[in-house]
């Protein structure tokens, strides 16, 4: 049976006591509130923190494993996933959390992230989704909503926006889900289902950056975007039958897919046995 650690003293398991506070984000970044219910969930899970691994690429989420009391490793620029993958061929039996921001998934480590989902490598891929490159000033992102005004879209932002879960399903990840950073306990509960799934899953952590793209397009401060998050959602369930003029705008929370799918290191070890079989019969 899990054992649940009073809530008060959950920082001092899994925060690293050398580590000097305030951290670096800004006053009122959801980063934070992802990071509290990452930890929640692993000790809601009763796991070993010797036995997690957090990686992160560059950017605000990035800063993220400086904090834990895990194995971590602070990668390059859309290449966690990649240093994700050989650390857990290497150890097969260490979870391994992928924490990366919108930017740092979806462009630079875009194929990474495709083709980690196509395997279905056994990782745990948190995005945090704040709709800009929020650590360099605000340019626009894989994910800033089209029309919005960015520092490198000053008359407003002409693409579509990658819809980071919806990929993530297409490309074959078995377990995809969405929340908020209003909805902590519900993201709470996705991170915990996700490290716990068998295969390459993916929880969305929507958290919109008030001190750059809120800024620029008049969203108001850190209570005005929280409000946002929980007045513009609805549950996958709401979304149902719903026609897609309705939904323009609207971030849908819930479970996209919880699915079964060969995994990629049950896989790798097969063909290890196979060659090591053929070669003592050689």
Request: net charge positive.
């Amino acid at each position: 049976m899990s054992t649940i650690h009073s809530e008060s003293r959950i920082h001092e398991r899994y925060l690293r006591h050398s580590k000097k506070f305030p951290n670096v984000w800004c006053a009122g970044c959801g980063i934070g509130i992802v990071l509290g219910a990452i930890i929640r969930a692993v000790d809601s899970l009763d796991l070993d923190k010797n036995d997690i691994a957090m990686i992160s690429g560059i950017g605000c989420t990035g800063r993220m494993p400086v904090y834990v009391d895990f194995n971590t490793l602070h990668t390059t620029h859309g290449r966690a996933l990649a240093f994700a993958t050989g650390l857990k061929l290497a150890r097969p039996g260490m979870k391994v959390l992928v924490v990366m921001g919108d930017g740092d998934a979806l462009a630079i480590g875009g194929n990474h992230f495709i083709h980690a989902a196509r395997r279905n490598i056994e990782l745990t891929a948190i995005v945090v989704n704040n709709a800009t490159y929020g650590m360099t000033g605000g340019q626009y992102s894989p994910t800033t909503p089209q029309g919005a005004h960015a520092a490198t879209a000053p008359y407003g932002h002409i693409e579509p926006p990658f819809h980071i879960s919806e990929l993530a399903v297409a490309a074959g990840a078995t377990f995809v889900a969405r929340s908020t950073v209003y909805h902590v306990t519900e993201l709470q509960k996705f991170i915990a289902h996700a490290i716990q799934k068998k295969g390459f899953s993916v929880v969305e952590a929507i958290s919109y950056c008030h001190t750059t793209i809120g800024r620029m397009n008049r969203w108001g401060k850190a209570p005005d975007m929280m409000r946002r998050l929980k007045e513009n959602s609805i549950t996958v369930k709401q979304a149902e039958g719903k026609p897609e003029d309705e939904l323009v705008g609207k971030i849908v929370r819930g479970v996209l897919t919880d699915r079964e799918r060969p995994g990629y290191i049950d896989l790798y070890r097969q063909i290890i046995e196979r060659a090591k079989a053929e070669a003592e019969a050689a």
